[in-house]
């Protein structure tokens, strides 16, 4: 018997989009949806440039990202 995994659909998700994105909202902007957290453990993490394409991380791995964001870690990128 093969394992079923049932993929969440990010076109049902509720984004929102990062507060250091484009503030006029064109262009380039990073976009978030914790709809799935709950029921498929993911966070999902999309661009606007490129519509139909999402990263799906564990909520863990997300909030590693934001903190070390937050502390500067990426600040060379």
Known sequence: ???????????????????????????????VATDFRASHDLV????????GVHLAVSPEAFAAFVSATSDGQFDLV
């Open 44 to 51: 999902l993490i999309g661009d606007t440039k490129t519509p």
């Open 1 to 31: 018997m093969t394992p079923q995994f049932s993929a969440p659909d990010p076109s049902t998700a509720r984004w929102f989009k990062s507060t250091h994105s484009d503030p006029q909202g064109d262009g380039d902007c990073v976009q």
